[in-house]
């Protein structure tokens, strides 16, 4: 692993990206700031800018007004970086799968790493995904790990 | 004064959404604002001609994650509203206890993410926490922290057990204190009352005019509760009253937000202790053709469900209005000749990071790039060594 | 003013442009009108009536465009939807925007979803589709079919 990776692991800042969701997966993952779960004792920290980010978590079944936008944001994120999808809508859309608005699901426009399902999932689960990413990395089995050198 | 344009969004630090706003600010003044919407437009309303009545109820429940009630609550009475029945009494307490539990986190939600946005973070964590108490107490009652999927056309899906009532009673009963500490810590805050009032202020004409809804009108002394105006559920059968003010400005907004949770905690107590006997669910043969409207005060204002039938198990149409629909064009009364620095509580959903200046392009009418970072910071310390010489130091 | 009263002043003063009024329940009233005249009624709703412009919805029905705009007067608890039926040929209507704010978006949204055209909207922009959306192509009308060949629909499993 490289050095890179492992200053990534100790402590890898979140940046929150809703590409057409409803919310509910949103306020979940600010959940995870809040006194009762409180993400920040494993380093974890929700990161105001694209550019000082580590994870992006996605959430929301990508419609066409934001497909460009979230290209965008991936483009300007320091690399190496891992991509979360959050919730049955970046998932797979879910039940908007036949909607015209959200032509395709979010890992036809990024690479994604993990996927956290539930409709919301709930803060434990984001937890949980984020810990089993972390472990994925470590044995390197993650995509944005082999090829990073 | 050269005009200039500030983009916020779509994508912004601390952004719930993505929305994008264009400032154009002359100085520090506001003087135009344009709102973007249609990041998040998915296509309910064509999704749920899909689906059949029962499912377009947990299809409505996926527009919004923190209004997960209001508007299965609009869509069940519209559905209701097309063949004009009543559902048994059981199920309007159930779902008015429900309807209110959602209310308490959502205001406690928007309380929260204002103190934030006015870098407060202390009622931030506070009201957060305070959430999750009722978050629980809403797993207990139906299963789920968010969406609820309590509702269905003709009543309810599951009941209230007897057991857990008092467990209920007594998890709400244990907010109240902090309820109470949040509530003087917002309202005597002189530093919130500083950065607050006569700030972004609605006047009853306007509210009128843009068909201002929910807390947003009532800021602004319109006295509109669907609760109140048209009753349902068991709203009339509890002892409650509506929260009005006269000023407009952001910290009425608060204010009433803070005021309405102890309504609703009121409303929800006598519910859970007076909870009549009964069905909870009257079953719907088939549904005629015909059209139906539904109402509920959700969190945010009325919302608004028309749905038509035309004979099959499937809406024609179903047109689903949102409160925030309204209350979102009142920007261009409240934020216009405010200063740049207020234009964030105003806009309250969004907390613009002034510091990445990378994002901020100063630009004329053209749209032509007049100065980029590097200028600012010079600029600004040119100024700075005028001001200096100015006053002698 | 009652649910009746109302009714009468409406048929009083505008007898010769309402087509027909459904009175389908005590909260409920549906009323058909000319669509020339939809201005000048609910300006009477909205202004005389002290009414809340609650919210206009479209709909593309096998015969016609149909849009029913809903006033609610809070007073008496009512709910009035004026109907207007528009030639599918030409779905063209007098708009609501100049003479009041709340009607801004709606038009700008059914101009975009259903392609019903608003004579004298100050700002006719789309306001949720994309930019990329092909003009005349309406996804709320009955014959939508999708246009984007590149969308996937299947889940692939």
């Keep these: 692993m490289s050095l890179k990776l492992t200053a990534l692991l100790k402590s890898p800042w979140v940046f929150h990206l809703s590409t057409g969701s409803c919310n509910n997966c949103d306020i979940e993952i600010i959940d995870c700031l809040t006194p009762r779960f409180d993400i920040e004792r494993f380093g974890m920290l929700l990161a105001g800018s694209i550019k000082h980010a580590d994870v992006l978590l996605v959430t929301g079944s990508a419609n066409r007004k934001c497909i460009p936008r979230i290209k965008r944001v991936y483009e300007q994120m320091p690399k190496p970086c891992f991509v979360v999808a959050i919730g049955e809508c970046a998932l797979s859309r879910g039940m908007f799968i036949h909607s015209y608005n959200c032509p395709v699901p979010i890992d036809h426009i990024l690479p994604v790493d993990a996927y956290i399902p539930g409709c919301p999932p709930k803060p434990e689960a984001i937890i949980a995904g984020a810990v089993k990413l972390i472990e994925k990395v470590k044995n390197g089995t993650a995509k944005k790990a082999k090829n990073e050198k | 004064m050269a005009k200039t344009i500030v983009p916020i969004g779509p994508y912004h630090p601390l952004q719930e959404e993505p929305e994008f706003f264009k400032l154009t600010v002359e100085g520090e003044r506001v003087v135009a604002i344009d709102v973007h919407v249609g990041y998040n437009h998915r296509g309910i309303e064509k999704i749920s001609e899909m689906k059949t009545f029962d499912q377009s109820v947990y299809t409505v429940e996926r527009i919004c994650g923190i209004c997960s009630t209001s508007h299965p609550f609009a869509c069940v009475q519209a559905v209701e509203d097309i063949i004009l029945m009543e559902v048994p009494d059981r199920a309007k307490y159930i779902r008015t206890i429900i309807a209110e539990g959602e209310r308490i986190h959502s205001h406690l939600l928007w309380l929260g993410l204002a103190g934030h946005f006015l870098g407060y973070n202390t009622v931030f964590m506070w009201a957060w926490k305070l959430r999750e108490e009722i978050l629980d107490v809403m797993e207990i009652l139906s299963g789920n922290r968010n969406n609820y999927a309590m509702f269905t056309p003709g009543g309810v899906r599951r009941d209230i057990k007897a057991e857990d009532i008092p467990v209920v009673l007594k998890k709400v009963d244990s907010i109240l204190p902090t309820l109470d500490m949040l509530k003087k810590a917002v309202m005597d805050d002189p530093v919130l009352h500083a950065r607050t009032k006569g700030v972004g202020i609605l006047t009853r004409d306007e509210a009128i005019s843009f068909s201002a809804l929910g807390p947003t009108a009532r800021a602004s002394g319109v006295a509109k509760d669907v609760r109140k105006d048209a009753p349902y559920a068991a709203y009339d059968q509890v002892d409650w009253k509506m929260i009005v003010t006269q000023n407009g400005d952001v910290f009425d907004k608060l204010a009433i937000r803070v005021l309405e949770t102890f309504e609703s905690v009121k409303i929800m107590k006598y519910c859970l202790t007076h909870l009549p006997g009964g069905e909870i669910k009257e079953r719907i043969k088939n549904i005629p053709p015909g059209e139906g409207i539904g109402t509920h005060e959700a969190p945010r204002g009325e919302v608004f469900h028309y749905v038509r039938s035309d004979g099959t198990n499937r809406p024609v149409r179903h047109k689903i209005r949102a409160p925030t629909y309204m209350n979102l064009p009142t920007y261009k009364a409240t934020i216009i000749g405010e200063t740049i620095s207020d234009a964030t509580i105003i806009l309250a959903a969004i907390d613009p990071c002034y510091c990445c200046t990378e994002r901020l392009a100063v630009r004329d009418m053209k749209g032509k790039k007049l100065f980029n970072g590097e200028d600012l910071v010079r600029l600004s310390q040119e100024k700075t060594m005028q001001l200096k010489k100015k006053m002698g130091f | 003013m009652r649910k009746e009263e109302i009714l009468k002043s409406l048929q009083e003063r505008f007898g010769a442009d309402l087509v027909e009024i459904v009175d389908k329940s005590a909260k409920r009233v549906y009323i058909e009108i000319k669509p020339e005249a939809l201005v000048k009624i609910s300006l009477y709703i909205f202004k005389d009536l ?45 708009s609501l925007a100049p003479h009041f704010e709340a009607a801004n978006w709606i038009e700008r949204e059914m101009q975009e979803l259903l392609g019903i055209k608003f004579n004298g909207h100050p700002d006719m922009r789309r306001l949720l589709l994309p930019d990329e959306w092909p003009e005349g192509v309406y996804p709320l009308r009955r014959d939508y079919e999708e246009w984007d060949k590149t969308a996937i629909r299947d889940r692939g499993v």
């Design chain 3, 50 to 94: 002290g009414a809340r412009f609650n919210i206009a919805s479209g709909m593309d029905t096998p015969h016609d465009m149909e849009i029913l705009y809903h006033f609610t007067i809070e007073r008496i608890n009512l709910i009035i939807s004026l109907r207007v039926k528009l030639p599918k040929e030409k779905p063209e209507i007098d």
